[in-house]
């Protein structure tokens, strides 16, 4: 049954024989290790293409929209952040290995004649890697997104004669970028560049078949191999291994999710994607009017350079041992490339900027309900009220209390526990808390963090809210303390309490002296709060 | 055929859409709030069209009081390459972190690789009101 199904579909299609072909291919006897790069960037585009259209399921191509669909992605969506982490690595790990893809072919002289053009569509495919990188980079349209992107675009402004177009085409405005630079991005990275990617791996790989593998040397004195098993097996083993890394990475190393594109955030200093930091470095060489040529005229010429260069070494195959030159150009690029990125990132100033995506209800509350929170724990409460489960005393999660506040208020100086510990003032926040309090605060209420509650009840305490402003709630005689972890460190916060003129000159806020565990407290509280 | 539709999908890319923008100006600060001789970073209310959105939204200025009435409204974004930079008091100048593009008070440029001194938003004094505009004039 089987082998007539298989019969009828190789007699109809034809797709056994083709499969036979491809696998049973005869590549040099020399064929090995260095030459499984290629597989792998297939790969890696796959694993791109996929991660992407999940992705794109969960997300609204439009500015705002997109920041919340990617924060909904990150924190909702179910293995979503890992899918983003997947896709975000998957992004880089594609450019390491279509480099070294790169880098092989060339240090091995496999661009020479009859194979010039597979190496300018390899030229052409690291482009347009690069492109899914650039336009992919606004997608979540955060503040590194948009900044990023601005200087992209002014970049782009730059190019002699055809600058301006090229601003316009991008949709850039000269200073700032919007929804018609969003959209030309995000139809760029899901419409224009896969199908051109697909197209252009397809012809590669047919080059590839049409000249075959390059061979070395003296590899026509010995006799081929088949491409299957041996060279399958090691592109197999090559492909796991990449896999593996980038699951670790996907896994281990969070990608963030800033604040949404705010163009008024002066604070924000953009910086590029490592693999763009190099060139980030080298514009910093080009001053005035020779800006064009570090921004645009060197980087063209560099890529004009790379797509000729099997015109330019029309030289014998030799053995890769004795390509000399090769080796020294390549060394030599990666000591400049590696040299400018270093000092790009040793000049790159520690952003305090927090991820959103980790952002939790009850870093959003106001320190009046935090500290509610705070009385209600403080008085047990929960050893009747049981948060999210029916007991002696009803859910108080379910729905907002329809007591009277006289009653409330009753109710819980009735609690012995309660009589203690809590004053007239605070016995009176917790009743209105407990009738009015949002979604929100009932997930902080279940959730927040016992040093959190106990840096708000300090914050209360203190009266901090009669001069601040804190999640909209407070003040507005002394600065909004929103963010305030992202503005200042530890030591300035910390030293500020003691002694506020010393570190805001001018500044008319009393000296407070916390106790160690008091400091450390409020101080974890108010950097826990976002912009 | 190719040129029928090519033309018109040039057109279509590159052209600069017919969008007539109004420049009103907005009050920004009092001049009372404005020391002479030191910048500061003063937020407005601008409408902004973008493509087919059309919204009101803060914008920034870092504005200097050169005298009694007079007063200068830069574009925050360095001329380079559009990063935001700021004021560094010590050294009395402005500072772009992407860079490293300096700019006097004035907004010359004293230290590459920007060309172009700041750009500024038009400005106007009345009853001594600052009142700025959110159409960026290059210098």
Avoid at chain 1, 207 to 234: I, M, S, W
Avoid at chain 1, 426 to 443: C, E, H, I, N, Y
Avoid at chain 2, 68 to 78: G, I, L, R
């Amino acid at each position: 049954m089987f082998r007539r199904l298989r019969d009828w579909l190789e007699d109809r299609t034809g797709i056994e024989s083709a499969v036979q072909c491809f696998l049973y291919e005869e590549i040099p006897a020399s064929s090995g290790w260095h030459q499984v790069f290629g597989s792998v960037a297939l790969f890696a585009f796959l694993v791109q293409a996929a991660t992407g259209i999940l992705l794109a399921l969960n997300y609204e191509p439009a500015p705002v929209a997109a920041y919340d669909s990617v924060r909904y992605i990150m924190t909702q969506v179910t293995a979503g952040r890992l899918m983003r982490a997947l896709h975000h690595w998957g992004a880089s790990l594609m450019i390491v290995v279509v480099v070294l893809h790169m880098l092989q072919t060339f240090v091995w002289g496999a661009y020479k004649k009859p194979r010039e053009a597979t190496w300018i569509g390899g030229v052409l495919l690291l482009l347009l890697t690069l492109a899914f990188g650039l336009s992919g980079y606004l997608l979540p349209w955060d503040n590194r997104a948009y900044w990023g992107t601005v200087v992209t675009t002014q970049i782009s402004a730059l190019a002699p004669g055809a600058g301006p177009l090229l601003a316009r085409l991008l949709g850039s405005d000269g200073t700032s970028i919007g929804a018609i630079t969003f959209t030309r991005f995000y139809v760029a990275h899901v419409q224009l560049l896969p199908p051109l990617t697909v197209l252009l791996i397809a012809l590669h790989v047919y080059l590839v078949r049409r000249h075959g593998v390059a061979p070395a040397p003296k590899d026509e004195n010995k006799p081929k191999k088949p491409f299957y098993p041996e060279q399958v097996a090691k592109d197999t083993i090559a492909i796991f291994g990449w896999f593996a890394v980038l699951m670790g990475m996907a896994i281990l190393a969070r990608v963030p999710l800033g604040h949404m594109a705010d163009p008024t955030d002066l604070s924000y200093v953009p910086r590029p994607e490592w693999y763009f930091l190099f060139l980030f470095q080298f514009l910093k060489w080009f001053e005035g009017p020779l800006e064009v040529v570090g921004a645009v005229i060197l980087p063209t010429l560099a890529i004009l350079g790379l797509i000729l260069i099997p015109f330019i070494d029309r030289g014998k195959m030799k053995t890769v041992r004795r390509r000399w030159g090769a080796i020294g150009l390549a060394t030599l690029a990666a000591i400049f490339w590696g040299g400018l990125t270093a000092r790009a990132v040793a000049t790159t100033p520690e952003s305090r900027e927090m991820d959103m995506s980790l952002v939790k209800p009850w870093q959003q509350i106001s320190a009046g309900n935090m500290a509610s929170i705070g009385y209600f724990r403080k008085a047990q409460c929960g050893s009747c009220h049981l948060l999210g489960k029916s007991a002696a005393g009803p859910d108080l999660t379910l729905a907002p209390s329809s007591r009277p506040a006289e009653w409330l208020e009753e109710h819980i100086k009735s609690n012995p526990k309660a009589a203690g510990a809590l004053t007239d003032e605070q016995v009176k926040m917790l009743a209105v808390f407990v009738a009015s309090r949002s979604t929100q605060a009932v997930d902080a209420w279940q959730n927040a963090p016992q040093n959190a509650v106990e840096g708000a009840l300090i914050y209360q305490a203190n009266d901090c809210g009669s001069c601040h402003e804190l999640n909209g709630v407070g003040d507005e005689l002394g600065p909004a303390l929103n963010g305030a972890g992202e503005r200042h460190d530890r030591s300035w916060i910390e030293g500020h309490f003691a002694d506020p003129p010393k570190y805001s000159p001018g500044s008319i806020m009393p000296p407070f002296q916390f106790k160690p565990d008091e400091l450390r407290l409020i101080t974890d509280y108010i950097m826990a709060i976002p912009r | 055929m190719s040129m029928a539709l090519a033309a018109p999908a040039a057109a279509y890319l590159l052209v600069a859409n017919d969008s007539k923008r109004r420049d009103n100006l907005v009050e920004a600060a009092k001049l009372t709030q404005l020391k002479i001789g030191k910048p500061q970073e003063v937020s407005f209310e601008r409408t902004r069209v973008d493509g087919w959105r059309k919204f009101q939204e803060k914008a920034i200025a870092w504005v200097v009081r050169t005298g009694e009435n007079d007063v200068v409204a830069y574009s925050p974004q360095c001329t380079h390459l559009g990063c935001a930079y700021h004021w560094e008091e010590s050294g009395n100048q402005f500072v772009c972190p992407c860079h490293g593009s300096r700019f006097s008070i004035d907004g010359t440029v004293l230290e590459g690789p920007a060309s172009r001194p700041l750009d500024r938003y038009p400005v106007h004094v009345e009853n001594s009101k600052l009142l700025i505009g959110s159409e960026i004039q290059k210098a």
